[in-house]
């Protein structure tokens, strides 16, 4: 048994003058959003952009001067060191991934237990960047410290969905029957999709709710097409017979259950079915991952056989090269990664594997099964003795059933701070099935998703954007 990493002090009476420490630490775009957070300075200047920008943020000057703090209550004096006083001087800026050597060094003792210490911060080319005096009040007592390991924060440092949102406005608003927008949370996401472009809305539902709905949310839909239908049933039959007559490219849900909507979508007669199976992909834009996440099926196929997730799998892929990923990793889940007859989702994450092999599941490179663990962690799969392109770097999930999907999905979404889109797909036009519990950024973001996949779906390719010229020319 390893013993327990401890800082041992110096105190007023051991310090020496000359007696110096050092540390070194890497500027991260994680150290910037932390210190906004903590200090409350948000000052663009210091922020990443929310956009693709040739300017680097500037690391604020005083988290700089907080690096010497680390060493004074770390190293020299250590734990037990209290401030009197500090005085900086910043000779050059700071920007994310600049390495800083940090030193403090002690030119005087006072009266006990009065210290002061000359601090030097450099960058890697040693150029002064902070200097100053720190006046501190070291240990009497000299004491050794534990070590403490510091709870773990997620910081999510990129928004995922802002550049699928930005690509989807060059596109032409999809026109969309947007089905009992008759409360504040479906018109609103329907209000602001149109008003960034992505829509262009037709609604249909009881005029006298959808209006209520417009006055609380002050929000003007005189310009918007209104199809009075005051029954649910019936405003679902609506906008099925709308796409079927080339009036609508798309299918949005509103205040209105999800079966109730997808029964007209799937019915043999005047339906939607394509040859192809609707399922339905979450796309997670989750803070610990560094691309999206999609997962299916969470939301329409409740027990999938091994053909229906044959589909799954191939519409989840489609999804995935819409929105841009050149070949999507596709982890297929169960409780263990090994095969085992006991447990079914083994044997068709098995076959599904070897089925893209064949090439019988294009666009995407399969393995399965895999556990949720070491499908995303590269240090779960390497300790498992996995060897696979997918295992540790999935970034498509397929559930072994509408359960598992469905709580995956919101475990992401409530415990772990994660933002959902979704759409349904294999259906004739895409349909986006979102959540009453959807914000607006969520019902933005399935916009977005439904607008790349049917530009995706119409050209074979993923749309990458315009050229500069052809955009000013509209």
């Not at 929310?50 to 770390?74: C, F, K, R, Y």
């Not at 003792?109 to 009065?114: F, Q, V």
């Not at 099925?240 to 909507?261: C, Q, R």
């Not at 299916?296 to 990923?325: R, Y």
Request: proline share 6%; hydrophobic share 45%; with cysteine.
């Amino acid at each position: 048994m390893s013993a327990t990493k401890t800082i041992r002090n110096k105190t007023w009476a051991q310090l020496q003058i000359g007696d110096t420490a050092t540390l070194e630490r890497l500027c991260t775009v994680k150290d910037l959003l932390l210190f906004a957070h903590t200090s409350g300075n948000v000052n663009p200047l210091m922020l990443p952009k929310d956009s693709p920008s040739n300017e680097e943020p500037v690391a604020p000057s005083m988290w700089i001067g907080s690096l010497i703090s680390a060493v004074l209550g770390n190293l020299l004096p250590g734990p037990g060191t209290l401030y009197r006083s500090q005085t900086l001087e910043f000779n050059r800026r700071v920007h994310v991934g600049d390495k800083l050597r940090v030193a403090v060094t002690c030119c005087e003792k006072r009266e006990e237990p009065i210290a002061v210490f000359d601090a030097l911060v450099t960058d890697a080319e040693g150029h002064p960047v902070c200097q100053g005096k720190a006046v501190v009040e070291a240990p009497k007592v000299n004491t050794d410290t534990p070590l403490r390991d510091l709870p773990a924060l997620i910081v999510d440092q990129k928004d995922h969905f802002a550049p699928l949102i930005a690509l989807a406005r060059q596109l032409k608003p999809l026109k969309t029957a947007v089905v009992c927008p008759e409360d504040h949370n479906s018109l609103s996401g329907a209000v602001l999709s149109a008003a960034n472009g992505l829509i262009d809305p037709i609604l249909i539902g009881d005029p006298a709710l959808i209006h209520a709905a417009a006055a609380k949310l002050g929000a003007d839909i005189s310009k918007f097409k209104l199809v009075p239908e005051t029954d649910h049933r019936a405003a679902a039959d609506h906008a099925v017979a709308m796409v079927l007559a080339g009036e609508a490219g798309a299918i949005m849900k509103g205040a209105i259950h999800s079966d109730t909507l997808l029964a007209a979508v799937v019915k043999k007669d005047g339906g939607l079915r394509t040859h192809g199976r609707i399922s339905h992909v979450f796309a997670m834009d989750v803070p610990t991952r560094d691309e999206l996440v999609f997962i299916s099926d969470a939301a329409i196929n409740i027990a999938p056989d091994l053909l229906t997730k044959v589909e799954i799998v191939q519409n989840a892929i489609n999804l995935a090269l819409a929105c841009g990923l050149e070949q999507p990793k596709v982890g297929v889940l169960s409780a263990v990664e090994t095969i085992n007859t006991n447990i079914p989702s083994t044997l068709d994450a098995a076959i599904l594997s070897k089925m893209a092999e064949r090439g019988q599941i294009r666009g995407g490179v399969v393995d399965g099964p895999l556990a949720m663990d070491n499908a995303i962690d590269v240090e779960a799969a390497r300790t498992k003795g996995i060897v696979s392109l997918v295992a540790g770097h999935a970034n498509v999930l397929i559930v072994p059933n509408l359960e598992a999907g469905n709580m995956l999905a919101k475990e992401l979404t409530f415990m772990a701070q994660a933002e959902a889109a979704g759409i349904v797909l294999g259906a004739r036009v895409p349909i986006m099935l979102t959540s009453r519990a959807d914000n607006d950024r969520s019902r933005l973001a399935s916009c977005a998703l439904a607008q790349l996949y049917d530009a995706w779906r119409k050209s074979g390719r993923p749309f990458k954007g315009e050229p500069k010229e052809a955009l000013a020319a509209e």
